[in-house]
């Protein structure tokens, strides 16, 4: 935390500004790559949180930030693809496991080469010396927002930030 107080309302509402818009633009750019993969960004995020391992599908929820029944339908969606398999988990036959198919690992991989390809256009369009800073300042402002959020409801946005920016009540390391 910094020693300064803001200088008025006017940066607050500059920055409240700046984040909608960046949130407007690459929701646009991000719904644009990925209905040309064939799947909503729902699926897609999904498919994204799978890359890793397998998951619960009370983890998956969580990590996706929505409700079960929601779940349940995106899931539905990818099995008739054949882009996820449900699994009994070997620790708890009552509970259920989600992995990515074959298909769904491709159509994952696609995903992240499209939106990989869109965050390097960005980039390309700093001034090149620019840059470095660009994503320092961005690691600076998700930090702030993850301690403003602590302060509000400590741990609601740790599964969202995790690989990002450190939290301060689990300790995750910065990737």
Known sequence: MNDLETDSPEQARRLLEGIRALVRRFSVAERADISCCGMTVAQAATLEALEDSSLRLSELGQRLGITPSTLTRNLARLEE?????????????????VILSPAGRAAADGVRR??????????????????????????????????????????????????????????????
């Open 81 to 97: 693809r054949g882009l996820v398999i449900r699994e009994t988990d070997p620790v708890d036959g009552r509970a259920q496991r």
């Open 114 to 175: 499209q939106e990989e390809a869109f965050a390097e256009s960005v980039l390309n369009h700093l001034p090149k010396e620019s840059v470095t800073g660009t994503l320092t300042a961005l690691d600076q402002l998700l930090t702030a927002i993850r301690a403003a959020t602590e302060n509000c409801c400590p741990g609601a946005y740790d599964h969202l930030m995790t690989e990002i920016i450190p939290s301060p009540t689990h300790g995750a390391k910065h990737e």
